[in-house]
């Protein structure tokens, strides 16, 4: 009989081959979990619902917020620093998601994401009770430490829970949220907003958020861990500091200050020296912010730089469409909203296809390829939008697009997740979302700079010299009622000139989708794990080839448990699942730790 493999612990959370290395370990390893307790496809629903609401809130609350504000500025006065509304949100959002991704690795996904949820409704609250301007930016700042664990806790709660196999299924429904919430949003905000007050803007995120944190405290059951717990107070504050000054330059740069100015380059400076000192602590602390070491496996820095990417074009070049939708074809805020249902229902049609086809195949690589190739087919089906486009035709030009980014978003989650140990899969969940939030602001400043630049060189052309700087000075690219007012030669050729801006814009995109296309061919195809051998739920669904078996498993005590009957020898360079209790796979629950509840 075969001697059983001995399984390092240290890749028991990934599903690794021997040329894709695995991450770096701290010095300290986390003692492993409990065995965790079953979970019926019932309660998995359950779970999915009430995690998905609060990432719902997470992701509404932008859009509904932003419909508002013109009311919030006529109640509370302040028009001069209204736009700090969503700067200070987006700023706390962005700049605490790595750090909550590593707080439910060490203190238990669970107890991170109740909190986090806390978070958002007490920030909640405040803003629709803010009697001042400064109340309600100081209150937005902190409903945004909240909302950045939403997404990136939802991710990882998901990762703790269910078996790589089985991820994409619900990874699939889970990326439908944002798109809903770009439609929905809008039509959420402009409802309430009209009928009852601005304030529930806010307020209704109170009775949905009670609802979903009684759903998980009730039905939500992660293993138990106890880790040595040593926070990076120095790299968190320096990360901090990187992302803020990026998004604030990116912010700014171009609309408050010139691009050149002492401002920005200041910002731009402090940004890099903060990112230096960041790595340069990473490389020496026990217990990193981001690991390091993950970017040594090629599947997770590919699908590191692909969320940057993509939030680069998603963010920056899909700007460019309410403007045209609003400005060109004179949509009001909610009809250019709902003019983005071909988009939209392209993304939430295909996340969901693709985490089925994951799920029953075991194949993932196809997606990020075949997103990145229909992106480049969308951003030059939409450079072609001019002030003569119809409506129809502008809604057949968005699908390849909306194709291709549900492709594309859903599967980069997969990747990452199975690119990892078990116990980072928080650390891995945060870095894909911070890298598309990071992404997103610079396509926002890039693409915004594109078409300012555009547009001003097209009014130039057409009226003279200078036109364009007096034109956008003036505002009227900010206020599309502003243009009915304008004489009837200066208007026909504003919207000339907005057409053709917008379609300079997804030409300049292009490039970034072709890079996408080219990256997500060096996504190598590691196997995703499967139910566990010799459990109930190892069955047709399962990975035959995923070389599952079973790994070495510390328990909370420190010893190694006996091997499991039926549990199959581990082939040279993989590592399997490990066997949770009967009828029951958890995603890599063996040694290496997993984030408690």
């Known amino acids: 009989m075969a001697a059983r493999r001995h399984t390092p612990s240290r890749y028991v959370g990934a599903h690794t081959t021997g040329d894709e290395p695995g991450p770096a370990t701290s010095p300290a390893e986390p003692a492993g979990p409990a065995e965790p307790v079953p979970q019926s496809k019932a309660r998995m629903y359950v779970v999915l619902v009430g995690v998905m609401l609060a990432m719902l809130l997470g992701m509404l609350d932008q859009m509904v917020v932003n419909t508002a504000l013109p009311r919030i500025v006529g109640d509370l006065g302040g028009l001069a620093h209204y736009s700090w509304v969503v700067t200070a949100y987006l700023l706390a959002t962005t700049v605490t998601t790595p750090i909550w991704g590593k707080l439910g690795d060490l203190y238990g996904q669970k107890k991170v994401y109740l909190a986090a949820i806390v978070l958002f409704l007490g920030g909640s609250a405040l803003s629709g009770a803010a009697q001042s301007m400064t109340e309600l930016i100081a209150f937005r700042a902190f409903q945004g430490l909240g909302a950045g664990g939403l997404m990136v806790g939802a991710m990882s709660i998901m990762g703790v829970l269910v078996p790589p196999r089985e991820r994409g299924r619900y990874q699939g429904i889970m990326a439908a949220i944002m798109p809903l919430a770009m439609i929905g949003g809008p039509l959420l905000g402009g409802y309430v ?61 171009g609309s408050q200050y010139p691009w050149l100015s002492t401002q920005i380059i200041g910002l731009g400076v402090l940004a890099v020296l903060s990112l230096i000192g960041f790595v340069l602590v990473e490389r020496r602390v026990a217990e990193p912010i981001i690991p390091l070491g993950l970017f040594r496996s090629r599947n997770f820095a590919v699908v590191s730089v692909l969320g940057f990417l993509v939030g680069f074009a998603m963010f920056g070049a899909t700007l460019a469409l309410p403007q045209y939708q609003q400005i060109v074809q004179g949509e009001s805020a909610t009809g250019s909203g709902l003019a983005l249902l071909p988009l939209m229902l392209g993304m939430i049609v295909v996340s969901l296809i693709a985490g089925q086809v994951i799920t029953r195949t075991g194949k993932y690589r196809m997606f990020p390829i075949l997103g990145g190739a229909l992106m480049i087919v969308g951003m030059v089906a939409l450079a072609q939008l001019d002030a003569d486009t119809s409506r129809f035709v502008a809604g057949l030009l968005m699908v390849p697009l909306g194709l291709g980014m549900g492709a594309l978003m859903q599967t980069l989650m997969t990747v990452s997740q199975n690119s990892v140990e078990l116990r980072q899969i928080g650390v891995a969940s945060s870095v894909v979302t911070f890298a598309r939030s990071i992404g997103g602001a610079f396509g926002t400043a890039v693409f915004g700079a594109v078409l300012t630049a555009r547009l001003t060189a097209s009014l130039d052309d057409q009226l003279g010299a200078g036109a364009g700087d007096r034109l956008l000075s003036a505002g009227a ?101 490990g066997v949770g209790p009967a009828g029951v796979a958890p995603a890599g629950v063996g040694t290496g730790g997993a984030a408690a509840g």
Request: glycine share 12%; proline share 7%; hydrophobic share 50%.
């Open 193 to 253: 907003t009209d009928h009852l007050s601005w304030r529930w803007a806010f307020y209704v995120n109170l009775p949905v958020g009670a609802v979903a944190l009684a759903v998980i405290v009730a039905t939500l059951k992660l293993p138990r861990v106890r880790t040595s717990h040593r926070v990076d107070y120095l790299g968190a504050g320096l990360l901090a500091l990187a992302a803020g000054s990026l998004i604030l330059g990116t912010t700014w740069g």
């Open 477 to 577: 690219r900010m206020s599309p009622d502003a243009l009915n007012h304008l004489p009837a030669t200066v208007h026909q050729a504003y919207l000339a000139a907005v057409g053709n801006g917008v379609g300079v814009v997804f030409w300049a995109a292009v490039p970034i989708a072709a890079l996408m296309f080219a990256l997500a061919w060096l996504i190598r195809h590691v196997p995703l794990r499967g139910s566990a051998p010799g459990s109930a739920a190892a069955g047709p669904g399962s990975d035959p080839g995923s070389g599952s078996g079973t790994a070495s498993a510390t328990r909370v005590d420190g010893t190694e448990p006996a091997a499991r009957a039926g549990a199959g020898v581990v082939p040279a360079g993989r590592v399997g699942a």
